[in-house]
C-alpha cells in the first residue's frame, strides 16, 4: 500500500498570504496525484487532478505541481473561504490512498 | 442538477447488515465509474470499494474485502454498498464519488450518509 504522508497537519497563515501544502508517497505514483478540499460538514471537492491540472469552476489561486514523489498545492493568496483541510490522494496503484490532510487555519 | 445522494445509514449492531444506496443525477451514469469512500469522525479519509461503468472490474479495501460487495444499476443510475458483519470500526461517513473513465480520481461527490456500528 502506497502511504501518503501530507505535511504539515496545521498551517497557521494570515489572510492573503501565499501557502505551500505538502504531500509525500512512499513511492511514485507518476502522476496520478489528487487534491481536494473539504470544509466542515461538506463533502471533499476536487481541485486538483493529474498533479496540476484545475478541475473545473476551480480559480486559477490554486496551484498544484509535482511528479513520482513530491508533490504541492500551492494558493496563491488566501482567501477567508480557504481556510479548512486539504487531502490528497493517489490514484497510481489499488489500493487507493489518501493522505491524512493539512489544515490550514487563520493566525 | 449534477448530483449524487446518498441513503440507507443508520445504527445497527455489530455482525449486522446494511445496504447503502446512490442515486445519480444530470449526468450519463452508465459512463462513469462510481466508488465508495467512508470518513470516520473527525478523522481523514478512507477509500472503501470501485466498480467500473459496466460492473466488469470491482476493487475493494482489504479492510472491508469479504464482508462488503459494491454493485450498480445503470438502469436505475444507482450504485450500492451491501455492508454484512459490520464492525466498529466501519463507523463512519460513506460517500459516493464519481470517477471518470479514465482514472481513478473523485470528481463529485455525494453529501454522506452516516453509519454507526454501535451495541
Known amino acids: 500500500e502506497i502511504v501518503m504522508t501530507q505535511s504539515p497537519a496545521t498551517l497557521s497563515v494570515s489572510p492573503g498570504e501565499r501557502v505551500t501544502l505538502s504531500c509525500r508517497a512512499s513511492?511514485?505514483?507518476?502522476?496520478?496525484l489528487a487534491w481536494y478540499q473539504q470544509k466542515p460538514g461538506q463533502a471533499p471537492r476536487l481541485l486538483i487532478y493529474g498533479a496540476s491540472t484545475r478541475a473545473t469552476g476551480i480559480p486559477a489561486s490554486f496551484g498544484g505541481s509535482g511528479s513520482g514523489t513530491e508533490f504541492t498545492l500551492t494558493i496563491s493568496s488566501l482567501q477567508s473561504e480557504d481556510f479548512t483541510v486539504y487531502y490528497c490522494q493517489q490514484y497510481n496503484i489499488w489500493p487507493l490512498t489518501f493522505g491524512g490532510g493539512t489544515k490550514v487555519e487563520i493566525k | 442538477e449534477v448530483q449524487l445522494v446518498e441513503s440507507g445509514g443508520g445504527l445497527v449492531k455489530p455482525g449486522e447488515s446494511l445496504r447503502l444506496s446512490c442515486a445519480a443525477s444530470?449526468?450519463?451514469?452508465?459512463?462513469?465509474?462510481m466508488n465508495w469512500v467512508r470518513q470516520t469522525p473527525g478523522k481523514g479519509l478512507e477509500w472503501v470499494s470501485s466498480i467500473t461503468s459496466s460492473s466488469n472490474y470491482v476493487q475493494y479495501a482489504d479492510s472491508v474485502s469479504g464482508r462488503f460487495t459494491i454493485s450498480r444499476d445503470n438502469a436505475k443510475n444507482s450504485v450500492f454498498l451491501q455492508m454484512n458483519s459490520l464492525r466498529g470500526e466501519d463507523t463512519a461517513v460513506y460517500y459516493c464519488?464519481?470517477?471518470?473513465?479514465?482514472?481513478?480520481?473523485?470528481?463529485?461527490w455525494g453529501r454522506g450518509t452516516l453509519v454507526t456500528v454501535s451495541s
Open positions: 464519488a464519481r470517477s471518470d473513465s479514465t482514472y481513478w480520481y473523485f470528481d463529485l
Open positions: 513511492q511514485s505514483v507518476s502522476s496520478n
Open positions: 444530470g449526468f450519463i451514469f452508465s459512463s462513469y465509474r
